[in-house]
């Protein structure tokens, strides 16, 4: 199994902040900073890269 590690973040016009991770199933998963900081995903959420579009 596969750690997940956060890859990169992004927020939206409406103020709401996502981080992507990867799980290791091929495709990066968006979810909110909240369950990003709540699951305890590193690195930290500050520290993510902002994703570019």
Known sequence: ???????????????????????????????PREQYEANGYQPPFESLPEKED
């Open 1 to 31: 199994m596969s750690e997940t590690s956060g890859v990169n973040r992004t927020k939206l016009a409406n103020g709401l902040e996502f981080a992507f991770i990867d799980k290791g199933v091929g495709k990066l998963i968006g979810i």
